[in-house]
């Protein structure tokens, strides 16, 4: 009885918020959801390439001409960072909305699936924020992605790497600079520095994939704990 009540006024809560604050579709701005039916449709998961060149290989490993500079085995996202991904990222990331990782995830979690055996054993590490960057925002984008991802397959969510330096946004800079700008910014946690990776394969979960500094800087870290496979997930790639 008591639950119920709780539950039934959640429910009455909602509804006024809605009508205060209504949702409007993202991709064409109908009234109702963040996403309306027709425009989830449109995200679905691209042709898996190599990160660096984008040369489709369907598995999304590098190509040989790349596979040198590579850190990680390989980058599963689902859209290029454009048209209603572009917007998903930027409200969930910088307007908080925090709802819209759940359909995030989702498909995240669906391209995952398709491109592991369930044998494997992954092991989900979110790439973490600098600890004065994650106060001001409030959350950690990756974070909420992995765990929710690791929700729905059921699939275990390690904080193994910390951020230990405050690193300028990416956006503006070159690749070059990226990268220089990157260096030394993770070492392993706590956690990170005990558990035995040896025989999993680590899956790197981030928002977008641009240059691939940040995460190739992240694995160059997971490499010490000789994991068998390190990849990267994210929702979209630039
Ligand atoms: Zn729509
Ligand atoms: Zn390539």
């Known amino acids: 009885m008591f639950k119920f009540s709780i539950f039934k006024l959640r429910k009455v809560g909602n509804n006024i918020l809605d009508l205060f604050f209504p949702k409007f579709c993202l991709g064409c701005g ?6 309306c039916g027709k425009c989830f449709k449109k ?22 001409k790349h596979k040198k500079q590579a850190r990680f085995d390989g980058l599963l996202f689902v859209g290029r960072f ?33 491109n592991f055996r369930a044998e494997e054993k992954l092991v989900l590490v979110p790439v973490p924020l600098f600890f004065a960057k994650r106060l ?21 969510v390690a904080n193994l790497l910390l951020r230990i330096k405050a690193t300028k946004s990416q956006t503006r800079f070159t690749k070059q600079k990226r990268l220089e700008n990157i260096k030394k910014a993770f070492c392993l946690s706590g956690w990170g520095r005990k558990e035995n990776l ?5 899956v790197l979960v981030d928002d977008v994939y641009t240059t691939g500094a940040t995460l190739s ?17 994210t929702f979209c790639k630039d």
Not at 142 to 152: D, Y
Not at 198 to 202: E, L
Request: include cysteine.
């Open 136 to 156: 001001s925002r409030g959350f950690n984008q990756s974070e909420i992605l992995a765990q929710k991802i690791g929700e729905i397959l059921d699939l275990p």
């Open 30 to 35: 109908e009234e109702g959801k963040f996403v």
């Open 217 to 233: 800087e992240a694995a160059k870290i997971l490499k010490k704990k000789h994991p068998k496979e390190i990849w990267a997930l």
């Open 82 to 114: 454009q048209g209603i991904n572009k917007k998903l990222v930027h409200n969930f990331k910088y307007e908080g909305i925090k709802e819209l990782s759940n359909l995030m995830a989702k498909v995240m979690a669906q391209v995952l699936a398709q």
């Open 43 to 64: 995200i679905k998961q691209e042709e898996l390439c190599c990160p660096v060149c984008n040369k489709v290989n369907f598995a999304g490993r590098f190509c040989k």
């Open 198 to 202: 040896k025989n999993k394969t680590i």
